[in-house]
């Protein structure tokens, strides 16, 4: 319905730690799908934004902190598909780059209290409760219809891996993944990696998603968020200056540098047997470079 299509590619990333342990690393490049409408944003939004049309809503109404990629996504979207979007932001008001190109797209910001934030569903109410154009969209794509979307990954693959790994927010990717491995009934291992502290939450998040079988065949990869949601230390960003330099492919400290970091300390400890091909999915995210550009690129 929406007329935008883009199959992202996969490349193989011929580094020495996977070279000397006899396994095939290969990376989904969903970075490549827009450079705003970024990675599993874009998937994310696809069944959203058919649903939006379908109910005959001209308004998306989303919600994200004031560094959301998906928040960026959404009014880029939005522009780009003829709605008119506002999104809740968590917090003071701040300015920074990425709630700036929020704008540039069109969109309306309102910054709610912390308290007021949580309950998502009173605040849309408040605000929009009377307006028939208004469409509810949850924080971070969070829904089954944006799982729907981020099935398609596996759909577009050329060959069948031994292990796929993606990073975690709101889970809604991997419950995704996990969906079609359900029902192309896959032998593929399916890992996560969440990037907040504390992200064995995110069981329950899939589950809840993938109704009416719980996920109960996913990893979770909890030792890697680093602190916490954007937090990173010395060990992180010289990783990613290190990644980034090898490859010729930009990630971030807060979703893909956690992500590659884990696959990598996964390879070196014996995690993998010679021979698996392994799919790591490059969720996009790159505006979140904007605040970090300073700390990461200067040396
Ligand atoms: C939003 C985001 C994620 C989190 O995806 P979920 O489906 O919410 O788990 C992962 N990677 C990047 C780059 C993101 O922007």
Redo the contacts with the bound molecule.
């Keep these: 319905m929406l007329s935008f299509d883009f199959h992202s590619p996969t490349e193989q990333l011929d580094l020495p730690p996977f070279r000397d342990k006899q396994i095939r690393v290969d990376v989904k490049r969903d ?1 490549m799908i827009h450079p705003f409408i ?4 874009w998937r ?1 939004l696809k069944y959203i934004l058919e649903s939006a049309v379908t109910a005959r809503k001209t308004h998306l109404v989303t919600f994200g902190g004031a560094w959301s ?2 928040l960026v996504a959404t009014a880029c979207a939005g522009a780009k598909f003829g709605f008119k979007t506002t999104a809740f932001v968590r917090g003071d008001e701040v300015a920074n780059p990425v709630l700036s190109l929020c704008r540039v797209f069109g969109m309306t910001l309102i910054f709610a209290a912390r308290s007021a934030y949580r309950d998502k569903s009173a605040l849309f109410n408040t605000y929009f409760g009377g307006d028939e154009q208004a469409y509810f969209v949850d924080e ?3 829904s089954t219809l ?1 799982a729907e979307g ?1 099935r398609e990954i596996i759909g577009e693959l050329g060959e069948t891996y031994d292990h796929i790994f ?10 995704g993944l996990h969906m079609e491995k359900r029902s192309k009934k896959l032998q593929t291992a399916l890992h ?1 990696v969440p ?1 907040l502290a504390g992200g064995d939450f995110l069981k329950e998040a899939v589950s809840r998603l993938c109704r009416p079988i719980p996920a109960d065949d996913v990893s979770l990869h909890t030792d890697y968020h680093f602190g916490g949601y954007a937090k990173s230390n010395e060990t992180l960003t010289t990783f990613i200056r290190w990644f980034c330099a090898s490859t010729g492919i930009l990630i ?1 400290p ?3 540098g956690k ?1 590659f970091y884990a696959v990598f300390d996964l390879a070196n400890s014996g995690y993998f047997q010679p021979g698996d091909k392994i799919l790591v999915i490059h ?3 790159i505006t ?1 470079l904007l605040g970090m550009h300073a700390r990461l690129f200067t040396s």
């Design positions: 970075d970024s990675g599993n944003k994310k990629n998906h971070g794509g969070y944006g981020c993606c990073a975690c927010g709101t889970g809604t990717t991997l419950a996560g990037v971030e807060v979703y893909t992500l969720t996009g995210g979140g």
